[in-house]
């Protein structure tokens, strides 16, 4: 049995689905198996995976689900000791498992790993990158002031019933995440694992009338069932439920809701600076608001 399973899910991903695959071929630790789910693909998709050894399992559902539904199809397949994530659109460094499995090795009582990552365009261009603030162990606090877990860093340890949620268009990772992270150890590696594409036509810049309801959605349920959470993180709650504003906010501007929007941002504007400089800009053009969003 493989150490690695890699769960790969994949609707029409011929573009850059090579490279994705490439990327884990090349990896310094080989004792990896790769979980392939073709979510009924109508491009090249299957002929690509084809091409590559056994490594590969290719599984195939039988009609067209949503992404948390294809994942949680994949998941019955993985059996390894740990689970990494791999979308087909982005690329892994060859160093990634070798650094994270020796982590987790020697943490037995850390439920995940995750990394930086290095942000590129559509041709591969390196456009900016993220290392992790967040100190290994307790990263609940971190998490809710800055969400910074990104899936294609994450190595999690499977010794437990790994469920992830079908209701969510956008964020089912951050839920996912978000409810380990609010109780178990994670560790954090403070260096670049991957290379993460950023994609105007993505599934999440698709989906932005959604990101705060999600979000909202996810820290409800965490604090409703974890009451002492809020005595314990204060600011760090109310940090977190002002992204969810800042996200609403987003939507409503984009929406030409400039009012609505301007309201939700008053709600938090002291929370912190950036939020105070966020409903500023709310009183400008929009495209003052677009500019700056576009620039960072």
Same mark, same amino acid.
């Given at each position: %049995? ?16 090579? =490279? ?23 491009? @090249? ?77 559509? *041709? @591969?261009? =390196? ?23 990104? %899936? ?8 437990? =019933? ?15 995440? %978000? ?12 260096? /670049? ?16 009338? $959604?990101?705060?309801?999600? %979000? ?49 941002? *008053?709600?938090?504007?002291? $929370? ?20 700056? /969003?576009?620039?960072?």
């Amino acid at each position: %049995m493989a150490k690695v399973s890699i769960l790969m899910n994949a609707y029409n991903a011929q573009k850059y689905l090579k =490279e994705a695959i490439d990327s884990v071929y090349a990896q310094t630790f080989q004792d990896w198996e790769i979980i392939f789910i073709d979510n009924c693909s109508v491009d @090249g998709t299957k002929k690509i995976v084809k091409s590559y050894d056994d490594k590969i399992k290719y599984y195939k559902t039988d009609h067209n689900i949503p992404l948390g539904a294809a994942r949680n199809f994949g998941l019955q397949f993985c059996t390894a000791q740990y689970i990494a994530f791999l979308d087909t659109d982005d690329i892994w460094l060859n160093n990634k498992l070798n650094i994270q499995i020796g982590v987790m090795d020697k943490n037995i009582d850390y439920k995940l790993c995750y990394g930086g990552v290095i942000y590129i365009d559509k *041709s @591969g261009k =390196e456009i900016g990158g993220l290392v992790p603030k967040a100190s290994s162990g307790n990263v609940f606090s971190q998490q809710l002031k800055r969400y910074e877990i990104n %899936m294609q860093s994450v190595l999690l340890r499977n010794d437990s =019933e790994i469920k992830i949620s079908e209701d969510l268009r956008h964020s089912p990772d951050y839920d996912l995440f %978000m409810k380990i992270a609010s109780n178990s150890n994670i560790y954090v590696i403070k260096d /670049h694992l991957v290379k993460y594409r950023k994609l105007e036509d993505s599934l999440t810049s698709k989906n932005i009338d $959604v990101w705060w309801i999600e %979000m909202k959605s996810t820290l409800d349920k965490i604090f409703s069932q974890n009451h002492e959470l809020k005595k314990v993180y204060p600011r760090e709650h109310k940090m977190a439920y002002a992204k969810v504003a800042y996200y609403k906010a987003q939507y409503l501007l984009s929406k030409d809701n400039k009012e609505d929007a301007k309201k939700e941002l *008053s709600k938090y504007k002291f $929370v912190h600076i950036n939020y105070l400089m966020l409903y500023v800009i709310s009183f400008f053009p929009k495209q003052v608001w677009n500019f700056i /969003h576009r620039k960072y």
